[in-house]
């Protein structure tokens, strides 16, 4: 997080997090030339760029240049002035094209404003109040923000010149709509490529048509000249309200939160037991590394993905040493009950030194040690580079430092072909890893 200084001020808590800020020090003023004369004060702080006018405090803040940061805190005071403006310019850099997840607003923690506006933050979103009208309107909806809850009494999408802001964010994937909410605008949802679901709480009273003008679901095609659907999107939203008949009207898939209906393209979320979703790891064996595995969970309901931490959670057990860990994926929201889905972690695979024939009708392989505390080692041998089952013999060395085997009684002046394995007996079961690499000797 950027920290923002002023004097002996504490920088803005985000997150439950805080941290203190560095007494103004330090920060250089210096004239640029504007239209060739020296009028415009340029000057920099905490990352951000900013001018002013010779004979005035406002300060305008017109670029931001610490690029990696994920959370943002915009300066509420600058050389003792409170009264910032943000550029247009800027203002377009965090909802397009920061990797920010997050704004909010410091030091004071509270709103800070021009002579038309004040700002806050809310949420990791910026808002901006009309003190005239006392319309609240949002300013920034950070770029690389996936979950979007809109503040509670939110009713309008438009900054005051009638710009939707959300509109073209390609990261997000979650809209949590406010009741009072009254205003989308035109094209004010459009283009949202990712989205894989919106909320309508209960009391909301946005229209079929105001849906309709906001191109909820829809997006550029693949060529970029033609409005195409958002396949994976889907409504959640309350029976009869006009969330439900513009899904309706427009082939959408909905879920209706007060039913617990499903079928002709409408589903429901209202406490559907995890049991009877359709849950799949990426993958279910790993070896061992003595690092904790974590294969992704796909979830699904009704072909659509359901969102980590929004509807459910994950749980890992036993997921570091040999043998079966368990992931519980536990129903969160509209979502109850618990599964769990297993995997494996087995041996790593073992690495044979040397394979050598000391004497007549003899083998003997050398490998090196696995990690992992197992319980030995599996020694198979064969005249078959294919390893027939005809051919095909297993010995077992017992003892995870036991670390060569002399396999005798072969037929003399025969090729055998030779691998090894570790195991691990776990609870009455045994884990096996993966073989090594073939090695083959002619036997004295």
Request: aromatic share 12%; with cysteine.
């Amino acid at each position: 997080m950027k920290k923002i200084a002023s004097g002996v001020l504490a920088l803005a808590v985000l997150f439950g997090s805080a941290a203190s800020l560095p007494a103004e020090t330090g920060f250089e003023n210096v004239i640029a030339s504007a239209n060739d004369t020296d009028t415009a004060i340029v000057g920099s702080y905490y990352g951000f760029e900013y001018y002013t006018f010779e004979g005035s405090d406002y300060k305008e803040l017109t670029s931001y240049t610490e690029d990696s940061d994920t959370v943002v805190t915009i300066p509420s005071v600058i050389d003792n002035s409170s009264t910032i403006s943000l550029s247009p310019r800027l203002i377009s850099y965090f909802n397009y094209e920061s990797p920010a997840i997050a704004v909010t607003v410091g030091p004071y923690a509270t709103a800070f404003g021009t002579h038309s506006r004040h700002y806050f933050a809310n949420n990791g979103v910026l808002y901006a109040l009309n003190p005239l009208t006392n319309d609240v309107f949002p300013v920034i909806v950070p770029n690389g923000m996936n979950t979007l809850t809109l503040k509670e009494d939110l009713t309008s999408l438009l900054d005051d010149s009638d710009v939707g802001v959300i509109a073209n964010h390609k990261n997000l994937w979650y809209i949590d709509m406010p009741e009072k909410i009254g205003t989308l605008g035109y094209f004010s949802l459009f283009g949202l490529d990712n989205l894989m679901r919106v909320e309508f709480p209960k009391n909301c009273t946005i229209t079929k048509k105001q849906l309709e003008e906001s191109k909820l679901g829809f997006v550029y095609d693949t060529k970029g000249d033609a409005y195409a659907k958002n396949t994976s999107f889907v409504i959640s939203c309350y029976s009869g309200s006009g969330a439900e008949k513009y899904a309706k009207a427009h082939g959408f898939k909905y879920w209706l939160i007060d039913k617990g209906e499903s079928g002709n393209g409408q589903v429901s979320d209202k406490t559907i037991n995890v049991k009877e979703l359709n849950i799949t790891l990426n993958k279910t064996s790993y070896k061992y590394t003595g690092k904790a595995k974590k294969p992704i969970v796909n979830v699904k309901f009704d072909q659509v993905d359901l969102i980590k931490d929004r509807d459910y959670k994950l749980t890992y057990k036993n997921n570091t040493k040999i043998g079966t860990a368990t992931v519980t994926i536990k129903g969160l929201g509209n979502f109850s009950g618990t599964k769990k889905k297993t995997f494996k972690i087995v041996p790593e695979k073992v690495t044979v030194n040397k394979l050598t024939s000391p004497k007549t009708k003899q083998l003997k392989v050398t490998y090196k040690k696995a990690a992992g505390g197992v319980t030995g080692y599996e020694v198979t041998y064969s005249t078959s580079k294919k390893f027939t089952k005809k051919t095909t013999k297993t010995v077992t060395v017992k003892g995870a430092s036991k670390l060569s085997k002399t396999v005798k009684k072969l037929k003399k002046g025969k090729t055998y072909y030779v691998k090894v394995r570790a195991y691990k007996n776990v609870s009455g079961k045994k884990y096996a890893g993966a073989y090594s690499a073939v090695k083959k000797v002619k036997v004295k």
